[in-house]
């Protein structure tokens, strides 16, 4: 899965910020607001990766549990999901 | 037609007298290289007022001009917020909040606490905002919604404040961090790529250098003088 194109992500005040662009605008009106953890999955899904794939990348920056590391991973999937933000 | 708006000169031709009679104590006749051209067409007037009946031709050509020179106004460093702006000895403290809030009626109860000698309302809808040399400036643009209340001035900006309607007068400074988001719907952010990039960047450094405040009030004097006691504390 992946970031659908259209998104721009930029720090705003020490925030994460994604807003739609181009024909993106018409599907998804408003805008995210994410962490430093939640900017680094983002970044990592602008290429093709599965959720296990993810969950590696995750392991490998932070130090945190598998089982921490596969919960975070799968909330933040589920959550682009239903924003219709990714393509899988 | 040269105008100068936001330390910008932009060059139009205004089609209608609603708009026409707005920008005209923008108007610019220096030398200085035209930055901005607005590219509205009576055509195109017509077409949008096929498309969105409730609106007269005289509403479409001020409403797309206005997010045209939005939009060019970022490649040359400024914003505009949906604010009223109200200056009182030189310093603008920006009002924000979604329409029907009491944005006007808000700056109007600085109007009666000060004056309107003292109390100007530079702007009561879209200002627009951009950092020079010696800080962040709010300018007067001829884009003041359905009143006439503008003004071809500059200030410093004090401070922004988010409004909301309350029972109970109340202000307090915002983390940046939540203040973010309640800006961001205060502002368009455009469909281009290079202008949503300038957009963000520009409120990434807004938000580092300028207070942000959260305020619940009534309508009142008492509401205007504690906004401008609260905000004037900082920066000077």
Not at chain 2, 54 to 69: K, M, Q, R, S
Not at chain 2, 129 to 148: I, L, Q
Not at chain 2, 188 to 201: N, W
Request: proline share 2%.
């Amino acid at each position: 899965m992946r970031i659908k194109n259209g998104f721009f992500m930029r720090e705003v005040a020490g925030k994460y910020v994604v807003v739609p662009v181009g024909a993106q605008t018409n599907e998804f009106k408003g805008m995210i607001q994410m962490n430093q953890t939640g900017a680094f999955l983002w970044k990592a899904l602008e290429r093709d990766l599965t959720e296990e794939a993810l969950t590696e990348r995750m392991l490998d920056q932070y130090e945190m549990t598998e089982e921490q590391a596969k919960n975070d991973v799968h909330t933040f999937v589920t959550r682009l999901l239903e924003a219709g933000i990714l393509e899988v | 037609m040269r105008y100068q708006i936001a330390d910008c000169i932009v060059e139009y031709e205004p089609i209608y007298e609603f708009l026409r009679k707005k920008m005209e104590s923008y108007r610019f006749d220096g030398d200085a290289k035209t930055q901005i051209t607005l590219t509205m067409t009576e055509e195109l007037c017509i077409q949008k007022q096929a498309e969105q009946s409730h609106l007269t031709l005289e509403e479409c050509e001020y409403i797309f001009v206005g997010l045209e020179f939005y939009r060019k106004l970022l490649l040359q460093g400024g914003m505009m917020i949906h604010a009223s702006a109200v200056e009182v000895d030189g310093r603008v403290y920006l009002f924000s909040a979604d329409s029907g809030i009491g944005k006007s009626t808000h700056t109007k109860q600085w109007q009666k606490y000060f004056g309107t000698e003292r109390a100007l309302i530079i702007n009561d809808d879209k200002p627009a905002v951009r950092k020079e040399a010696d800080g962040w400036v709010v300018y007067g643009t001829p884009f003041s919604g359905k009143t006439d209340e503008q003004l071809n001035r500059k200030g410093k900006l004090q401070g922004i404040c988010m409004l909301e309607r309350g029972k109970t007068n109340e202000i307090r400074r915002m983390d940046p961090q939540e203040a973010v988001l309640l800006l961001m719907r205060q502002t368009l952010v455009p469909r281009r790529k290079e202008m949503a990039e300038r957009l963000l960047e520009m409120l990434d450094e807004l938000f580092k250098e300028v207070p942000v405040y959260q305020m619940q009030c009534t309508i009142s004097e008492d509401a205007a003088k504690m906004a401008y006691e609260s905000m004037r504390g900082e920066g000077i």
